[in-house]
């Protein structure tokens, strides 16, 4: 399996990054496997990676009264765990193997680069973390997405050390 390809195939980098700028975050990633029923990522910790499905599937749960809600299920082509990666916040979701998965490994370090070279990233990021959050139904789902984006992408700038755009 080729990362460079996976990487093209996921329109957050495909649409946003040069060849070249996917080829060094490719460079800077890794295949990982996962197999049924193995926990992914706890909700609660703090998240160092976010993965791309390459195959497999992921179930997305949250803790609700003592229980485990299923809200969403991720396949191949699908990214998880940017949430947490992005903005230093905790993990919002447990993620467990549904099938044997394997995925491609995104690191915080793989990530800043890109962020110096693309700024159109961040942003686009910034909107695809708002859409999550009011998946997950949290306090602030009910704010507009625009709104919620701008203050996510305020988020990770302070995350990854990049100051505000200049205004004009």
């Known amino acids: 399996m080729d990362i460079l390809d996976v990487l093209g195939r996921i329109s957050l980098f495909a649409d946003v990054l040069t060849?070249?700028?996917?080829?060094?975050?490719?460079?800077r990633c890794r295949l990982v496997t996962y197999t049924r029923g193995m926990i992914v990522m706890n909700e609660g910790d703090f998240g160092g990676f976010m993965l791309a499905i390459v195959t497999g599937r992921l179930g997305v749960t949250v803790a609700e009264r003592k229980t485990a809600r299923p809200v969403a299920t991720l396949?191949?082509?699908?990214?998880?765990?940017e949430m947490s990666l992005l903005t230093g916040a905790r993990r919002a979701a447990t993620v467990t193997a549904i099938d044997t998965t394997i995925a491609v490994e995104i690191t915080k370090v793989a990530l800043e680069a890109m962020f110096l070279r693309s700024p159109d990233l961040l942003d686009r990021m910034g909107a695809l973390l708002a859409?999550?959050?009011?998946?997950?139904?949290g306090p602030d789902a009910p704010r507009a997405s625009e709104s919620r984006a701008r203050e996510i992408v305020e988020a990770m700038r302070r995350m990854f050390g990049r100051p505000p755009p200049v205004s004009s």
């Open 19 to 27: 060849p070249q700028q996917r080829s060094e975050l490719a460079a």
């Open 131 to 137: 859409e999550r959050r009011a998946k997950l139904g």
């Open 75 to 81: 396949g191949p082509g699908e990214i998880v765990g």
